[in-house]
Structures are given as C-alpha cells and as structure tokens.
C-alpha cells in the first residue's frame, strides 16, 4: 500500500485524531515525570520505562509480524531516530528537577518551529509563509505561558536551568520527525517503533551505568514504580507506534504543531490532580499556541521526499 492510498483508506480526521490522542498521552508524561524525577536516577528511570515498553509491545509486534533480525543498515536509520529521543527524554527528565511540569509542556511547543528546520534538512519539507509565522507566533505564546504572564520575565527571557535543559532537549526532538520519514523503507510501522524502543533501552542501559547497580531499590516508593509503568504503557507504547504512524502520512511537521496543545494539556491534568490553575494571565499564552496549531494544520505541508509504503 502506498503512502497516497493508506492516506485515501484513513479518513484524514481520524489520522489527526490519532495525532490529538498521542498528545494527550505525551502529556501524561511532564505532571508524572515531575513527581517523580527525584525518586531515582534520570537514566535508571528511562531505562524501566523502555525496557518495560519494550515488553509490553513486543509480544505484541511478534504476534502480528514476528521479530526478524533487520540489518545493520536499516538498524543504524533505526539508531539515528533514537539518539534524538534518547537527548530528548534525558533532558526532560532530568529538567523537570528544577523546573515545573507545566514549563516543560510550554517550552516543548518549540518542537515544531524546530521540526520545520529538521524537516528542510532532512527531507525537503516546505512551510508556507503564513505557516512559518504561526510557527514563531505560536513560540512567543510558548514563552508567555512559561513565563506565567510576567512582562519583565518574557522581555529579560528569566529562564531557570531546568527551562534550559529541557530546551536542548527540544532541539534533539526537532530532528526526531524528519528521521522517522527520512529512515522509513516501508516496513510496518509497529516493526519500526518497536527496534527503536530497544536501542533507546541500550542507550539508557549505557547512561545509568553504575547507578544501576547502586541503586536502594527498596527505597524506591511504590508511587515511582507505578509511575514509571504508566508512562511506559500511554506515554511510549501507545504514543510511540501514533506519532510514528501519523507521522508517515502528515509529515513532520503538521504532527509536532499539535505540540501547542501540550500547556493546555498539563493544565487540564495539574487542574485534576488538584494543583489547581496558574495566573489567568498565562491564558492568553495558550490560546495563541492553540490558534498557530490550527493555522499549520490548514492545507498541504508536506513536499518533500516519498516515504515510500506504509504498513500499520
């Protein structure tokens, strides 16, 4: 099946839904991740969250395709797109020790302004001009919602560490798009999703390093290991195999825009967990991200390189 016909068979609302539902499902991540970022170390805790994504979806993946070994070309396309989530969920984790979880939502906006560059380099993705200046609207409603209405904050840019890692962060993810279409040959998508789950659990293995084995587990709270588990499962497993499936038929850049609606998201979550709503000052903040989202959403994006088949 060709990209063109899979697009004609998925109506195209249910493949924008499957993008709003991945979204949702990431946004899980900051609140949770802020929780328990302390609890243990950045690079232990994502590697529990990827081995045990990986063995949730692999049975999975066996059962409809099997498990073939595929090759150290394709394997190495595979690597490429997990160094950059590996950056990514690094510096996320790791930023939310010194930052808010809402922070973190915000300055991931970013995400598609930077998919854009990504794309351009890497799979010849062109924007229109109204698209590119939604991109950088919806940037400064990201940086008003970080910087909680403050005008002297969002004129002097008062970003904390936390604000800065989690940024570096984004620049990695920004490639993470592009490569997904760049290195896609036509395999089912689960198949590809589910090696770059296991590189990322090498990566991670190699990361928390000695802090593995000097780990107190038994000190670890129940409430960690349940957090970790539920990440895994709607934050990696679900949301990994959508982002990569829409991706092939949207193109880079119009599935990260629905990153806009991560502030929104976190609000929604932070609100229902009973830590209640920022300054009404940040919501202007949010309903200009919300607005640039539907503008990159309008009409054609994608014009660069075929992704070849697709297979869900």
Request: hydrophobic share 55%; with cysteine; charged share 10%.
């Amino acid at each position: 099946m060709t990209a063109s016909s899979a697009a004609r068979d998925i109506p195209t609302p249910g493949v924008h839904a499957a993008v709003f539902v991945a979204m949702f499902l990431i946004s899980f991540s900051y609140p949770v991740g802020e929780a328990i970022a302390n609890e243990l170390d950045t690079g232990v805790l994502l590697l529990l969250r990827f081995v045990l994504a990986t063995a949730i979806f692999g049975p999975v993946v066996a059962w409809r395709y099997g498990i073939a070994w595929p090759g150290w070309r394709v394997l190495a396309g595979y690597a490429a797109i997990s160094t950059s989530l590996v950056a990514f969920f690094w510096c996320m984790f790791y930023g939310l020790r010194f930052t808010s979880a809402l922070n973190t939502g915000a300055i991931s906006t970013l995400i598609p302004g930077l998919t854009a560059i990504g794309g351009a380099m890497l799979v010849g993705e062109r924007l229109g001009w109204h698209r590119l200046a939604a991109l950088g609207i919806g940037l400064i409603g990201a940086l008003w919602v970080v910087f909680r209405g403050d005008w002297d904050r969002f004129i002097g840019l008062d970003l904390n560490k936390g604000d800065l890692i989690v940024f570096a962060g984004c620049i990695a993810m920004g490639f993470y798009s592009p490569l997904v279409k760049r290195f896609h040959r036509g395999e089912p998508v689960m198949t590809m999703t589910f090696w770059v789950m296991v590189i990322n659990a090498a990566w991670f293995l190699l990361l928390a390093n000695s802090a593995l084995w000097t780990m107190k587990w038994g000190e670890v709270p129940l409430f960690a290991y349940g957090g970790i588990a539920g990440i895994a499962l709607l934050s990696t497993v679900i949301s990994f195999f959508l982002m990569q499936w829409t991706t092939i038929r949207l193109g880079p850049t119009r599935v990260q825009s629905y990153s806009y609606l991560l502030p929104a998201f976190v609000l929604a979550i932070d609100w229902a967990i009973g830590k209640g709503l920022p300054s009404v000052l940040t919501i202007p903040g949010i309903l200009i991200v919300l607005a640039a989202s539907l503008v990159i959403q309008r009409g054609e994006v994608y014009a660069g390189r075929s992704a070849g088949t697709v297979r869900s």
